[in-house]
């Protein structure tokens, strides 16, 4: 039988059992205490609301707590674990995992709430905090039922991850003493509007959002919301981290004059259609549009000059990137699992592209990358399953690890002339039927072309075999020709693992502005050092032509 409502005053501090019959201490619903509590009465408390000292769930029922006239002293036995109890301060974990609370009156003398004090209280819709409150925590009402909650004035920071997914929390009151909010305090809470109370130096509300009190950054806009456009103020040049994560609306409106929108700002904003930037803005942080799922285009601002880590990673429809001229670095998994990426055209002051810039790009058929770029990250097109066509920039040393790994449709590459290594992994995996190796290249690392089973053809340029890695055609058909220049098939046919080719044929050379025939066409065009062009350029320029001749040409 259910005890409805209890009310008890423990004059003495861990005297509360004395008061709750052994019946009454899993069957009361309603309970107000007045006096004096320590840890022995905590450790009571919390197995009335549901879990006991160890976290083991027990059969209480509270519901409804109201303290509100008692004071928490120090003193008595540990009320979880090893925490103990402090005069006027909610300590750690104090009502963590209660789970039958539902609505909780602090005492009105609590000057201080520790980390985690009622995490996980899922059935928790409404607590009230006193007015001698002057600090809190972090993590204080982690994964709570809280619908609403006012924080009383005095209090200056709200800690990192305080109502972390509350999902019902949808209306948050500020005091006009809040100077601070920590990270993703209120990530995953289904916030719809957002009050700050008059007089506050520090923040300013307008139709529900929040931002600084002189309106420059937004710091945060409310996930609840429904809106199906949000358009920004004219004052604002920042847009906060996190600020917008998994916000709810289809298009937002960045003003002109924006300079900055900082690391995750519109994380998991997934019914967000495109991803327009003024051209004002300068710095974007990481992962900024991550998770954008439904967004199908993007203007990028020409005032950046790189795009960060996981830009728009797992932007799964965005299918056509123009990126601007001044970008010059493209940064670790910008576009990584872009799965609906057909095309993306790169800007020719393009130096550097990051680890995985590109994998699990799967729909994405062609990509030129321009001249000018000396670095390539690992795993650039990683899971490229239709790539079929790269134009290779000629200033690059190396083919990274596992850069076309699992490139299903990549039927034919030619390594750059000055490329010295094909490292590890490169194409492991990929559907090469023809590769073409420099007489630059000298060493190719383990299992580099490792289940390549379609290669049928290796032109290698190197008259001396290169020194090779463990596995590097493993799995590569032994019907495979390799050719060789004219006069190194002897040393191929010696070297470790090259000598496993049973089709070894030396390539007949062509003197150098000797015959062409009628129907050759330009198939290569390099400098002097020997590096590939993509047009005639100023100077001495060697032409390979289709029939195999090698054609010297001065250009002026």
């Known amino acids: 039988?259910?005890?409805?409502?209890?009310?008890?005053?423990?004059?003495?501090?861990?005297?509360?059992?004395?008061?709750?019959?052994?019946?009454?201490k899993l069957t009361t619903t309603e309970l107000v205490v007045t006096g004096q509590l320590n840890g022995d009465d905590m450790r009571l408390l919390r197995e009335m609301a549901g879990v006991d000292y160890n976290d083991n769930a027990t059969t209480g029922k509270l519901a409804t707590l109201d303290l509100s006239q008692a004071r928490i002293v120090a003193g008595g036995s540990s009320y979880k674990g090893s925490l103990m109890t402090k005069d006027n301060v909610v300590g750690e974990s104090m009502f963590s995992k209660c789970s039958s609370l539902v609505t909780v009156k602090l005492p009105k003398t609590v000057t201080s709430i520790e980390t985690d004090a009622f995490s996980d209280?899922?059935?928790?819709?409404?607590?009230?905090?006193?007015?001698?409150?002057?600090?809190?925590?972090?993590?204080?009402?982690?994964?709570?039922?809280?619908?609403?909650?006012?924080?009383?004035?005095?209090?200056?920071?709200?800690?990192?991850?305080?109502?972390?997914?509350?999902?019902?929390?949808?209306?948050?009151?500020?005091?006009?003493?809040?100077?601070?909010i920590g990270e993703e305090a209120f990530s995953g809470c289904p916030l719809t509007t957002i009050n700050v109370a008059p007089g506050s130096r520090t923040f300013y509300t307008e139709d529900g959002v929040l931002y600084t009190a002189d309106k420059t950054k937004l710091l945060l806009y409310p996930q609840g919301r429904t809106t199906a456009t949000f358009t920004m103020p004219a004052a604002v040049r920042t847009i906060g981290s996190a600020s917008c994560k998994e916000a709810q609306f289809a298009h937002v409106v960045m003003n002109s004059g924006l300079t900055t929108i900082e690391d995750y700002a519109f994380d998991g904003c997934a019914q967000l259609q495109s991803i327009d930037m003024p051209n004002t803005v300068t710095k974007v942080g990481p992962f900024a549009f991550n998770k954008c799922t439904a967004a199908t285009s993007t203007t990028i601002s020409t005032g950046l000059k790189s795009l960060p880590e996981s830009m728009y990673a797992q932007c799964q429809k965005l299918n056509n990137v123009v990126v601007p001229d001044n970008v010059e670095n493209i940064g670790l998994t910008a576009f990584s699992n872009c799965k609906s990426l057909t095309s993306i055209t790169l800007p020719a002051r393009l130096d550097t592209l990051g680890d995985l810039a590109f994998n699990g790009c799967i729909a994405l058929t062609t990509i030129q990358l321009p001249q000018h770029v000396t670095s390539l990250g690992k795993g650039l097109f990683y899971g490229c399953k239709k790539l079929e066509t790269v134009t290779m920039p000629t200033g690059i040393d190396s083919i990274p690890y596992r850069m076309f790994y699992g490139c299903n449709s990549l039927k034919e590459f030619e390594v750059p002339q000055g490329v010295t290594t094909i490292v590890m992994y490169a194409f492991q995996g990929s559907g090469l039927e023809k590769v073409t190796i420099p007489q630059s290249c000298t060493y190719i690392g383990d299992a580099a072309f490792m289940y390549c089973t379609k290669l049928a053809e290796i032109q290698n340029y190197n008259a001396t075999p290169q020194e090779l890695g463990m596995f590097t055609f493993e799995q590569v058909p032994a019907s495979c020709v390799l050719y060789v220049p004219k006069g190194a098939a002897p040393a191929y046919r010696a070297a470790d693992t090259w000598k496993e080719f049973t089709d070894t044929r030396e390539r007949e050379t062509t003197a150098v502005n000797g015959p062409v025939a009628a129907s050759a066409v330009e198939v290569a065009r390099y400098n002097a050092m020997g590096q590939r062009l993509q047009a005639a350029q100023p100077g001495v320029n060697i032409v390979v032509m289709s029939d195999g001749s090698v054609h010297k040409s001065l250009v002026r």
């Open 1 to 24: 039988m259910l005890v409805q409502a209890k009310t008890v005053n423990v004059a003495t501090a861990g005297t509360l059992n004395q008061y709750i019959t052994t019946d009454e």
């Open 121 to 180: 209280c899922s059935a928790m819709t409404s607590i009230v905090l006193p007015d001698s409150l002057k600090e809190m925590g972090d993590a204080v009402f982690v994964a709570t039922g809280l619908v609403s909650i006012t924080i009383p004035e005095g209090i200056t920071r709200i800690g990192d991850f305080m109502f972390y997914y509350s999902e019902s929390l949808a209306t948050v009151n500020f005091p006009a003493s809040l100077t601070q």
